[in-house]
């Protein structure tokens, strides 16, 4: 997802930039303007406005809280700085410390250009600590008008630490930080936005993006969620928190989320594809296929949506479907790594092993970066042709890249399918590859036995693979159940005597979480 800067809409549509002044300068904001000021200037009559300014100040005096600050803010807004200047010097005769008198100096030395000046007071004013949040916001704003970034940004977080429940002045900070590229102090500042209106969609969804595009994805989908109860019909939202909950894994969700856009949205054939990859992700293979041949109908060229056919074809078991849409996949591109490796996989299920290998070894050849998938299923691809030694140096260079340890079990399968017993052993009992996977560690006796029940080991043997296996299982207790597929190996155990058998098959059980433990060390004299 792309970060884009959005502008805030203003629930202000009739403040001036007087009654912002005032707003941040009087004790109570606008609450201290007699009523009728406060008409004139929300209907934009600023003579009526000043007039009633200049009575009120007349009669009042001064010594006034109230009056002389707005008389004289008032007297800025029409350009009449020295009259201001005037006012505020008397006004502050009485009340020297008056920081709201002396921020009002700042703004009239501002319109008169005099920059220089305004700077020096600020400055002092920052040295004697500013007391108000709202004193820190409008500091902030007279230092961005004079483009002092840093300073407006350190007087803005001032008064978010003192607790400001301005959003515009958190929302602006956020917006800043934000254009300076710095991501993770804006979210925190947009967070604070959105606690400050929780019924604003448009504060949450900005919070939400960001934190989505920082990889917060928790409170992302926090945010989108309050998102989506103010606004359950907002497609982008849905299509967000969808994404959001395929990154955590929760495919259950991430499926609402896209079933919910294509009831909202039928021609969104984003959401339809993330649909699809739900239901492989679900284990729905044929859910996954009616929903790609969707976006294909839709999108005959979509490339993601073939891919994910072929996988779903694969995992239906309907090879000639799958070899279609993996040949039509590289109809569209001959070059293309992961299009070749899709079909290498369909060939090798075939056991067509050259026609595996040929692609596979393109896939490998043309990948910019390397894949460790692609060198486990090479490698299986030239077991099957019987080149037991390339196959073992490309297993072991997937190894060397971070291929899932499953696919190890497959390496195996293929060599014990071919009776290559004695290259199983060496490879089951290689210790780099038990540090390598824990899972490994447990599942390589299972497979030492098997061989060597196979070779004709005498029983001390096999007690040894037993022995290791139980080891490795108690020390490694959380690889329980091993999600791997252990039916070519329950398979080929048939093949052995009944006794060889059921050690194997308990052996499976146990990693499985079908069998326990305790009775399999009982029954074994482990």
Known sequence: MTWKMIEMDDDQGHATPVLMTLSALLPDGVKDLPAALHQALERDDYSTALSIANKAYASKGAEDPVAPLTYAVLLVGRGLVSEAMGVLRRALSFRAQDISLQLAQVEALMVDSNYEAALALMEGLRAVNVAEPRHWGFLGDMYLDLGRTDDAIECYERATDMGSMNLELVFRLGQILLERGDMERAARHFEHAARLVPDNVFVWETTADLLFELGEVEKAIYAYTRVLKLDSRNVRAWENIGMAYQEVEDFGKAQEAFERIVALSPDDTYAMLQLAHGHMALGYPEEALQAYRKVLREEPTNTDALRGAVAAAFELGDMIEAEKLAQETLARDAQDPEGLYSLGIVMLALRRGQEAFDVLSQAVELSEEDNPDYFAALSFS????????????????????????????????ELLKRGKYAEVLEFTQD????????TWAVVSPILSCLASAFEGAPEEAQKTYLENFVTQFVTEPQVVPVMWDFEEIERLAMRLPAEQKKVILM???????????????SKYNL
Do not use: P
């Open 431 to 438: 210790r780099v590859l038990h540090i390598y996977d824990a």
């Open 382 to 413: 030239e077991v099957i042709l019987q080149h037991f030694s390339e196959a073992a140096d490309h297993i072991y260079t997937a190894v060397e890249l971070g291929v899932d340890a499953s696919s190890l079990l497959v390496y195996v399968e």
């Open 507 to 521: 052996m499976i059980g146990v990693v499985e979480g079908r069998k326990d433990i305790e009775n399999f060390v």
